[in-house]
């Protein structure tokens, strides 16, 4: 079946063992300087600098006392709460205790040990003793102890000594491309507290695609201040006070006199000049009014005996302005400086002197001011160090993310490569040194999150901000709490199993909306008593949930994060009058599941407070009928999944607003709001299941690619840490790669697909590629046949090679040989390397099918007169075909629609074989009164006005009733046993009038004019005014075609129908094409259902008969091509594939 689950994290009770199992195997304890045999230090992140092992443990129960003994309230209250939240204690606070206590005690004498944010941990088994000379060092060290239970729920007898390396560790976030809600920046905050982080850096403004020039301060300079979303002076200003009790400093950022667009918006006396060569940029500092303004803006920021931003420190930008005006711009920072420092402030600013590519400013900086060192090509090492300020790293080719990859930054951190290669004082891989890590001008490192390309409207939504800072802010808290001991001291391994266990969420904070149970939650309805984690505001019935438009569901949690999955089951009666919300409530913006008023279903999700994407999928919901519906979201995309059988891709409505060089790029992540679902929507619900995986999409979707996430074995690596490793090659992310070992010319990698499969495509990404190469393929993982060679290719470069094989090969290993290494030009002493491959994929699907079917047929078309309808429509299909292959996930239902659509439009010989036939009417067996126009004569009347030209259906109480219990049923013969290949019939909605669009209309096919099976229901258009086709698509046979029209409204008005296909062959003495199936087929022809030893187009035909019920198979094994016990769509489409020879049946 499709639905296996792909989960970004190991799940968390698991991980408890496996973490335990990995310490202890570990060569190198979590951090340790003096470690005995006994216990190890605790789990926590950061790990824990100095530890002695006791023996026994300290397990918290609900009769625990944490004892405040200093009087710091707010901290060990926040501590308790941990213990709620993590853990499940609801521990009492109390002033004295010391058995089964844990007991926080100030004590200034250790400030001279482990400095203002350090603590000691004395444990025992009945008692854990807390000191610290502030109440931040006691805020950490219960910290440490909560940490401790969540992942082993205990905390290990011993002496811990911990202190951070650095005293800045820090992370900026760029709010000004991307609004953060005040409530989210809170919660990020508070997730980076929990890892000891002390100060995070926020962006307030700058400028984005689309001219977007923002600042998301308050101000009262007139035009300054942001109106899709900024902060108030006074939340800011909380927040800030609220952050410094979880011991976290934010640094406001006010970037000039570049990244400063905003302020080209100022009206009035401070209209400020830009400067000519960069008007939508860069203030004109050659203009004294520019520093008057923006001292004008510090002091209203930094002045006053309550000042908007708090601190001693504040950021002032100072990068990326016309190298040209260096004297200029050296003069402007020190004003700058020198005025921030006269209101108090210490000044941070991005460094900028001295590189080879051009600099900034000079080496004469003047006042109390740090820097951020970010690019080596604009600001030299040694010309940064010689300012003999505070720095702090925040190197760019490492640190940085842009979402979405841009730039040539990463789109998420490689938190384990990372960790094994990079160091506080370096700034590369190769161990390039910013500094000795000792040196004192070295503060710390930061990690910065950018939005440069947020508001180019391909889908990013601060969501995928949070969602990148998991990774971040853990690998910057560690190297900069333990410094050279994630060198010395701690394995990488050891990192990545506190990691995993511990980033999930934080004490009083999640962020990434993850609080669900390893196995999620579901709702089945099957008593009338909702779990703990769910309301029902409303009744449990049948078992389903009644939704009448005031009844609803609550659940806990609020809302899940990315990747997830949310599946249920859906009746609606009728379909709301305006958008309505099926799942939402969740955040001020109202992310939410929604349906329109045609039965669309879609999403919304927030970009600011003012804006939204509203996401859609090419699916309306039929009324009732019941299907289950599954939206899955990963990392980047959200797919809806219709009964298991259907898949469908967003559809952004604002792709027409995608910048130019975004236009590739599709975003569509979504948060599932659980808070309110179902108010405001009517019929029943059911089965509602939410989990915290993604859901593959399996053999649905047509062009997988085979290799994700499947095993690789190499001949070698050029790491032996696991940070260039075999699992990278196939991993998804290509912002990560394998790197094949540097001894030897000859290296390889193979790839185990699972299954044997028929190998048509070969796609290697790489980060470096080499000049020559095989891929090689087999069944056995013993023999292998060579399928593609190359030789004499440019080497060194990031290249994608599109491998199609001449001749598809079965396969169920690919094996990529290289041939040759290289060298990196101007570096011959550096030695060679291997190929380095950032993504190894493999496909099967058969597209040179369909793009010769389409060649053919603008070939044929082409030989047709201009104008011609044939043509026209030949044309039409083949650029819908196109058009859709082109897609980046193609799904094989939609697939097998449009080549059908291209095969009807070429052959001529799929005709509309209702034309001037006979048909029967309900009821009166006419038209109501005068709108009684001829169903069969070949003509769909697109008139808007109601009148003879259309025929109408009634089901009120007058005279000329044609309908029965609300269904008008038309019957046409069509004189003679056809091959059905499509339906349709020509309708005509209205706004008022007592003229609607039919809830339903039926399709049954019969033999005999008595006998009737259904088939399917038409494509109904729901909207208020149309004139549409409805439409339905299948393989079926008869003479006699019905059409149950339920009517939504009094009345329904049509005027054509059609009947699409061929005269069936009845020569041979019976009626049925099919022959019946062999009552004991042969295993090795599983799919052949009319039993003539082969797979053939009627195979497919009779199958998918099956699935829709109209034809029975006496063995269901014979067809259940899947394997899973049913008929269902996934067998027949699979079968399809299988006879064009683009899948191989086992």
């Not at 216990?39 to 600098?49: F, G």
């Not at 910013?434 to 390309?453: H, K, M, P, T, V």
């Not at 060089?661 to 299941?689: A, C, M, N, Q």
Request: glycine share 8%; proline share 3%; hydrophobic share 35%.
């Amino acid at each position: 079946m499709y639905k296996k689950c792909i989960r970004r994290t190991v799940m968390k009770k698991k991980l408890a063992l496996i973490l335990s199992i990995i310490l202890l195997t570990t060569a190198v304890m979590p951090m340790a300087l003096n470690v005995s045999a006994a216990n190890a230090a605790p789990n926590v992140l950061p790990a824990i600098r100095e530890w002695t092992g006791g023996t026994g443990n300290f397990t918290p129960n609900a009769s625990t006392v944490l004892v405040n003994a200093s009087g710091v309230d707010k901290q060990i209250d926040m501590v308790a709460q941990f213990f709620q939240e993590m853990a499940g204690l609801d521990l009492a606070v109390k002033t004295s205790g010391s058995s089964n206590a844990i007991v926080f005690t100030l004590d200034s004498s250790l400030k001279s040990k482990v400095g203002e944010e350090g603590y000691t941990i004395n444990a025992t088994s009945s008692k854990i003793d807390i000191k610290a000379p502030t109440k931040i060092g006691l805020f950490y060290g219960g910290i440490s102890v909560v940490q401790s239970v969540y992942a082993d729920g205990y905390f290990p007898c011993g002496t811990a000594t911990d202190y951070p390396a650095y005293s800045k560790r820090t992370g900026m976030i760029d709010v000004a491309r991307a609004y953060v809600p005040m409530e989210e920046l809170n919660k990020i905050t508070r997730y980076m507290s929990w890892y000891k982080m002390n100060e995070v850096q926020i962006h307030l403004n700058d400028i984005g695609y689309y001219n977007y020039l923002i600042f998301r301060l308050e101000s009262d300079i007139p035009g300054l201040t942001a109106t899709d979303g900024h902060y108030t002076k006074e939340e800011y200003r909380q927040y800030q006070k609220d952050m410094l009790e979880y011991g976290v400093t934010v640094i406001s950022e006010i970037d000039t006199p570049a990244h400063a667009g905003a302020f080209s918006l100022i009206t009035g006396e401070d209209k400020i000049s830009m400067l000519p060569s960069k008007p939508t940029s860069c203030l004109d500092i050659t203009d004294p009014n520019v520093t008057r303004v923006v001292k004008k803006l510090f002091t209203e920021m930094l002045g006053g005996d309550d000042p908007v931003i708090i601190g001693d420190t504040v950021h002032i930008g100072m990068d990326e302005y016309p190298d040209e005006y260096k004297t200029q711009m050296e003069t402007y920072c020190n004003e700058i400086i020198a005025h921030v420092n006269s209101l108090g402030y210490k000044a941070r600013i991005w460094s900028g002197v001295g590189a080879d590519g051009g600099c900034l400013y000079g080496a004469n900086l003047k006042g109390d001011f740090e820097v951020n060192f970010w690019a080596t090509n604009l600001s030299g090492i040694s010309e940064t160090m010689a300012l003999n300020c505070g720095v702090i790293n925040t190197i760019n080719n490492l640190l940085y993310v842009v979402p979405s990859t841009n730039y040539g930054f990463v789109d998420y951190y490689d938190v384990e490569k990372l960790y094994s290669k990079w160091q506080v004082n370096t700034v590369d891989y190769y161990g390039t040194k910013l500094c000795e890590a000792n040196d004192s001008r070295l503060l710390g490192a930061s990690f910065a999150i950018w939005n440069d390309i947020h508001t180019g409207y391909f889908g990013l939504t601060y969501r995928d901000i949070i969602d990148r800072l998991r990774g971040m802010v853990c690998l910057i808290a560690e190297k900069n709490w333990c410094g050279t001991d994630t060198v010395s001291k701690i394995s990488t391994a050891n990192f990545m199993a506190r990691y995993n266990t511990l980033s999930v969420r934080a004490g009083d904070s999640d962020p990434f909306n993850t609080s669900l149970p390893d196995e999620g939650i579901k709702l089945d309805f099957s008593s009338s008593t909702a779990p703990s984690y769910a309301t029902y505001n409303g009744t449990v019935s049948g078992g389903s949930f009644k939704l009448d438009g005031t009844s609803y569901i609550s659940m806990t949690p609020n809302a899940v994060g990315f990747p997830n999955s949310l599946s249920f089951e859906l009746t609606l009666s009728e379909y709301p009058t305006q958008k309505t919300a099926l799942f939402g409530g969740y955040d001020s913006i109202g992310s939410e599941v929604f349906i329109d008023k045609d039965g669309t279903i879609g999403f919304k999700s927030e970009i600011s407070e003012t804006d939204c994407y509203n996401f859609t999928f090419d699916y309306k919901i039929p009324l009732n009928q019941t299907v289950k519906l599954c939206l899955t979201s990963g990392i980047k995309n959200t797919r809806l999944i219709v009964n298991d059988s259907l898949a469908f891709e967003t559809i952004n409505d604002k792709q027409h607003m995608v910048y130019d060089s975004l236009k590739e790029k599709r975003w569509s992540t979504f948060v599932i709001p659980l808070e309110k679902i179902g108010y405001g929507i009517k019929g029943k619900i059911d089965d509602i299941e939410v989990i915290e995986a993604e859901t593959e999409l399996g053999e649905l979707q047509a062009n997988a690619n085979l290799a994700f996430g499947k095993t690789v074995t190499v001949s070698g690596t050029e790491t032996s840490d696991g940070s260039l490793g075999p699992a990278l090659a196939v991993d998804g992310n290509e912002s990560t790669r394998l790197s094949l070992a540097r001894d030897k010319d000859e290296q390889w990698m193979v790839v185990d697909l699972g299954d044997t499969y028929t190998v048509r495509r070969v796609e290697i990404m790489f980060k470096s590629r080499v000049s020559a190469y095989q891929i090689l393929v087999s069944t056995d993982n013993k023999n292998y046949t060579k399928v593609y060679e190359v030789s004499g290719l440019e080497d060194y470069i990031s290249a994608t090679d599109n491998i199609v094989l001449d001749t598809p090969a079965n396969a169920r290993y690919v094996k990529f040989l290289q041939l040759d290494r290289y060298t990196v030009p101007n570096y011959p002493s550096w030695g060679e390397y291997s190929a380095g491959i950032t993504e190894f994929r493999v496909f099967s699907f058969n597209m040179q099918f369909y793009t010769d079917a389409i060649a053919q047929a603008r070939e044929y078309a082409n030989t047709l007169p201009a104008g011609d309808v044939t043509r026209e429509n030949i044309l039409e299909a083949a650029t819908a075909l196109e058009e859709y292959l082109a897609s980046e996930a193609i799904y094989q239902a939609n697939i097998d629609r449009l080549y059908y659509e291209l095969q009807s439009a070429v052959s001529g010989e799929d005709d509309n074989v209702a034309k001037e036939k006979p048909y029967t009417v309900s009821g009166s067996g006419v038209g109501f009164g005068s709108y009684t126009a001829n169903l069969t004569d070949g003509v769909a009347s697109d008139t808007e006005e109601f009148n003879s030209e259309w025929f109408g259906l009634y089901k009120g109480n007058s005279d000329g009733k044609n309908t029965v219990d609300g269904v008008g049923t038309i019957v046409v013969d069509l004189e003679g046993v056809y091959d059905i290949t499509r339906v349709r019939a020509h309708f005509r909605n209205a706004n008022g009038s007592g003229v609607g669009a039919p809830t339903k209309v039926a399709v049954s096919v019969s033999d005999n004019g008595e006998t009737f099976t259904k088939v399917g229901n038409l494509s109904i258009d729901t909207a208020e005014n149309s004139i549409y086709w409805a439409a339905l698509y299948g393989s079926t046979k008869g003479r006699y075609v019905q059409l149950d029209v339920e009517l939504g409204n009094t009345f329904a008005f049509l005027n054509e129908i059609e009947v699409f296909g061929t005269e069936s062959d009845t020569s041979g003495g019976s009626s049925d094409p099919f022959p019946p199936v062999d009552p004991d087929p042969s295993p090795d022809l599983i799919g052949d259902i009319n039993g003539n030893q082969e797979i053939d187009a009627v195979d497919y035909a009779l199958l998918k008969r099956a699935y829709f019920g109209i034809y029975n198979i006496s063995d269901i094994a014979v067809g259940d091509i899947n394997n899973n016990d049913e008929i269902d769509a996934v067998d027949y489409a699979l079968l399809k594939r299988a006879y064009f020879g683009i899948y191989s049946i086992n």
